[in-house]
């Protein structure tokens, strides 16, 4: 049979997306228990994605090969109504994770992203740095729906958990070099073995970086060109596996990223009153003063070309089987991230515009668990804490007309209101969170289930801004009781279908840019919403799986950011409580075997979301507005065909396309602020030996070099317009296995 010849990473690539090309007769079998085997931890314990009564995704390590992902914004091209964005000061590790036209799009100490991003089960508290590199990666687990009870505060649009290799017996150590057009080289090692019978440890190194698309050309000496990439990051492990009931790990990774600016140009709106000082000098704007290509950055501030990103984490981890019935299990962790980065807003010599900015944070957090298995029940509660302390600074920057080099106009006029702005921005967060989920089989074929969790968050900032008089110190507290409940029927051997309620919730904040003055420092209020969801999981036929969920989620109280460049002193960014929304959809994610050795996986995603009611006051934002960043239209076609070679050996050939439809840059309705869609093609042709251990391949990236919008922002008289980085690329890649 031909796929006897297949590698294991192939056949791998295949079970990841429930794909099965197995020949017809005595492998039905074998079809079936590899289904099976295709095993997620989205709800905390170990089940098969098909009786998960969820809407997951499970991405693994040899397709995150294979489709030439490299980090976490890649994901987001591959799983319906998922969209990862960036706009974050034009820093190339900050990731504006959308899941159902849920997100955030800004990064300030202040502001919590409303989808959660996990490193094997710790919280990762900031969306700068949450656009992780992908190597030593098992797989990605992508939950869509609110996950307030297992998964707590922040999931409100759902959460995305990287799960790494741990460490085990296997004595392997894999190397992989890259080069391809635009620059790039990259290297990763990865080792794993026993060192004695009890322990074993597992460690990865890699470096990637890349040419700029486009040049500083108003600085003699930049430090990086635009869109230029550059990251070395590494990761070590120890488990110490005490006997058969009790187990140890105790990981440290850590990451540093020297970059340039993400590609960032402006498109000229009608200019704003030229004749009135305080409605801004970015009239003076002309089209000639734009760089013939904008790509190009025409700044003549000093190192605002360049962003740089650095963190390390560390964990501990214990399991403890107490019993055949009762399981425990510990999690720590302390990570710390620093970054810094900026924008010349109005892209332009001219000095109207300019935020350079620096932040950071540090986190710790611990999760004691006590999980129970009987005949027919399992259930899982914990109690949590997590601690986070972090600034944002900027300065010194320009805003003209209000802060301005020596305090003059850029015309040379006088101006009254002082020289260059600085703003420094302060908070520490408090959460504590209890929580209890269980699922009771009523039958071999039904089951029901739910979850409790009570979260308590509290929050203490401060703030200086150059319309306060004084720093302004500000606390809130949070509060929530979310639940959810849930049945799943096994239609036959093949098929399941379920149904779910879940309640989520979004701890409130203050506002991340209140340059208005002190009284705009205030606390916005939680978001809460409910999830209504029926989907149907499985193998309709032997050689087609597929996974299906139709869903309605109400909102109420949505927190969303309107940013306003005319308040006055500074680009100033207001969070609303709009009143409520509802978002409601269908996703559906197919594999067909068309032959034993041709196979079509597919993911499309349809989102229609919409504000339903505006409280009195809100400004800016209307009924009948769509939330940011939420395309209506998510599309993924990824045909696989393998050839086996009389020599033993196998080629693999990968296609990918990926398409997302327009959508609005804000959440309000700006015509300027439209992003169009955009389709992304790329390929991947592989050489694998006979003996598996060894693979050459070819690839493209972006092979239509589609340069797209990933962001806009209307300010004074323009519309800033965040380009996409990855653009067009070819080059070969190989790896090579070495048993130890």
Do not use: C
């Amino acid at each position: 049979m031909k796929l006897r010849n297949l590698s294991q990473l192939s056949l791998a690539i295949i079970a990841t997306f429930a794909t099965t090309t197995y020949a017809q007769d005595e492998k039905t079998t074998a079809k079936q228990d590899a289904f099976e085997k295709i095993e997620i931890t989205a709800r905390k314990r170990t089940e098969s994605i098909f009786e998960s009564p969820t809407a997951v995704t499970s991405i693994g390590e040899d397709l995150i090969d294979k489709a030439n992902m490299s980090n976490l914004e890649d994901i987001g091209k591959y799983v319906p109504n998922l969209n990862i964005t960036r706009y974050g000061v034009g820093n190339a590790a900050h990731a504006s994770v959308f899941i159902r036209g849920i997100g955030l799009q800004d990064h300030i100490i202040t502001t919590d992203p409303g989808v959660g991003v996990y490193l094997d089960g710790v919280y990762l508290g900031r969306q700068m740095g949450s656009n992780l590199s992908l190597p030593n990666v098992e797989r990605v687990e992508v939950l869509r729906g609110p996950q307030g009870t297992l998964y707590g505060r922040n999931t409100l649009g759902g959460a995305v958990n990287i799960i790494t290799k741990q460490p085990g017996d296997e004595g392997i150590l894999t190397t992989t070099a890259k080069v391809g057009s635009r620059g790039r080289i990259a290297g990763d090692v990865y080792f794993n073995n026993a060192l004695t019978d009890e322990l074993s440890m597992s460690a990865s190194a890699s470096y990637k970086k890349r040419d700029g698309v486009g040049r500083a050309i108003n600085l003699a000496n930049p430090e990086k060109e635009i869109g230029e990439e550059q990251e070395t990051s590494g990761r070590v492990a120890l488990k110490w596996q005490a006997n058969s009931d009790f187990s140890m790990v105790f990981s440290l990774d850590a990451v540093d990223n020297e970059s340039g600016q993400s590609p960032y140009t402006i498109e000229l709106t009608q200019p704003l009153d030229a004749s009135d000082p305080f409605n801004g000098d970015f009239p003076l704007l002309t089209a000639d003063m734009l760089p013939a290509n904008p790509d190009d950055l025409a700044s003549t501030v000093a190192g605002i070309e360049s962003t740089s990103y650095s963190g390390w984490g560390t964990s501990l981890s214990a399991d403890w089987a107490i019993n055949d019935i009762y399981s425990a299990k510990f999690i720590s962790s302390y990570r710390t991230s620093e970054y810094d980065g900026g924008l010349d807003d109005d892209a332009t010599a001219l000095n109207l515009s300019e935020f350079p900015e620096e932040g950071g944070a540090d986190q710790y957090s611990f999760e004691i668990q006590l999980n129970g298995t009987f005949a027919d029940m399992d259930f899982v509660s914990g109690l949590y804490y997590f601690n986070e302390d972090g600034f944002t600074r900027s300065g010194p920057f320009v805003f003209s007309p209000w802060n301005t080099p020596n305090g003059l106009l850029n015309d040379g006029v006088s101006a009254s209101f002082g020289d260059y702005g600085f703003f420094d921005v302060n908070q520490e967060t408090n959460s504590y969170a209890a929580y209890i989920n269980a699922s009771y089989d009523l039958t071999d074929d039904l089951s029901i289930g739910g979850g409790l969790r009570y979260s308590k968050d509290k929050k203490a900032a401060n703030a200086v801004f150059p319309s306060f008089s004084e720093r302004k110190y500000v606390t809130a507290d949070f509060d929530a009781v979310t639940w959810d409940v849930n049945a799943s029927y096994q239609l036959s051997n093949n098929m399941n279908v379920y149904g779910q309620i879940q309640k989520g919730y979004q701890t409130g904040g203050f506002p991340p840019r209140p340059f208005g003055g002190p009284d705009q420092f205030v606390p916005f209020d939680e978001t809460k919403a409910i999830n209504y969801e029926l989907g149907l999981k499985g193998q309709v036929h032997e050689n087609v799986s597929m996974m299906l969920a139709v869903f309605v989620t109400d909102y109420t109280d949505l927190a969303l950011p309107f940013s306003d460049p005319t308040a006055g002193g500074g680009f100033v960014t207001i969070v609303e409580n709009a009143g409520a929304s509802k978002a409601q959809g269908i996703e559906l994610e197919t594999t067909i075997a068309i032959t034993d050795d041709f196979t079509i996986r597919s993911a499309v995603g349809y989102l229609d979301s919409e504000i339903t009611e505006v409280d009195a006051g809100v400004q800016g934002i209307g009924i009948g507005d769509s939330p940011a960043l939420t395309p209506r239209w998510t599309v993924m076609v990824a045909p696989s065909y393998f050839v086996d070679l009389s020599n033993g050996g196998t080629i693999a050939l990968n296609a990918n396309y990926s398409y997302r439809s327009d959508m609005q840059g804000q959440s309000v309705f700006n015509q300027s602020e439209q992003i169009d869609s955009r389709e992304l093609v790329g390929f991947n042709i592989s050489y694998l030996n006979a003996y598996g251990d060894m693979e050459v391949t070819l690839y493209g990236e972006n092979v239509l070099n589609e340069v797209y919008d990933v962001g806009r922002l209307q300010q004074s008289g323009f519309v800033g317009v965040m380009r996409s980085n990855d653009r067009s690329e070819f080059g070969i890649k190989f790896k090579k296995d070495f048993e130890l």
